[in-house]
């Protein structure tokens, strides 16, 4: 059974027999909730490659220590590739980060474009990206990744253009592109940046921005796939053509 994992704001410094402090809502929930006890052994992570293991020392309300037994380091994984989702309606951005999170994406750019369904503005945009980091946070920590994917801030089409400049691989999944994704030829390190578009497809205006700044129309198959459902595919796809998977 995998242990329980708990995310810290640092690991800078920890060896073997440090005692780390857990506290604030992480540690509520899983002294309040989870019922955590002393002697259960646990992981912390602080979410940017270091991971520990260790055994409960002592519980509190909003606080637990873990003595450490076992510190494991991890390399930031190659090639980092970013996912731009165009906000969808309802539930289903936060599935897509959910997913994203678990298949391995290194960042999500939440994307205002033209035919979203959704609107982020004033308190709804605050409370909407507050949403998807936290789903980040908990994929994270569910699917045991030492490091944590970013939540960017709300992107306009003109920011996706200087994304998509900076990127060894930029591709738009569209399901008029005549190019399949299998025949994109994957870099083993650098940027890959991955565009989905909203329920509404693309706008051609957009197309045409994220193409001149050097992206690739691709399509996944014959199947049109849900906005929340494509980039998780897709990254999939990409990632088994690298040594992140191999």
Do not use: N, Y
């Not at 006890?37 to 637990?64: I, M, N, P, Q």
């Not at 870099?187 to 992206?215: F, K, M, N, T, Y």
């Amino acid at each position: 059974m995998s242990l329980p994992v708990h995310l810290v704001e640092s690991l800078a410094g920890v060896g073997v027999g440090s005692v780390v402090e857990v506290t604030g809502d992480e540690a509520h929930h899983a002294v309040a909730v989870r019922r955590l006890r002393e002697g259960e052994r646990v992981v912390l992570t602080d979410g940017v490659g270091t991971a520990v293991t260790g055994a409960v020392a002592s519980t509190a309300k909003r606080l637990f220590t873990v003595t450490v037994e076992d510190v494991e380091t991890s390399a930031r994984p190659e090639p980092a590739v970013t996912v731009v989702q165009a906000l969808p309606k309802g539930d289903r951005g936060e599935l897509a980060v959910e997913v994203l999170t678990e298949v391995g994406a290194d960042r999500v750019v939440p994307w205002a474009a033209a035919r979203s369904v959704a609107v982020w503005k004033g308190e709804r945009a605050a409370k909407s990206h507050a949403k998807w980091q936290a789903t980040a946070r908990e994929a994270a920590k569910q699917s045991r990744r030492s490091w944590h994917p970013t939540v960017t801030s709300l992107a306009t089409t003109a920011d996706l253009a200087a994304l998509v400049a900076e990127a060894d691989l930029a591709i738009v999944l569209h399901e008029d592109a005549t190019d399949p994704l299998s025949a994109v030829e994957v870099p083993a390190s650098g940027r890959i940046v991955v565009v989905v578009g909203p329920e509404g497809g693309i706008a051609p205006d957009e197309l045409a921005v994220l193409q001149d700044a050097g992206a690739r129309t691709v399509r996944l198959g014959a199947e049109v796939l849900r906005t929340s459902t494509a980039g998780v595919v897709a990254v999939a796809a990409l990632l088994a053509r690298t040594p992140r998977w191999a």
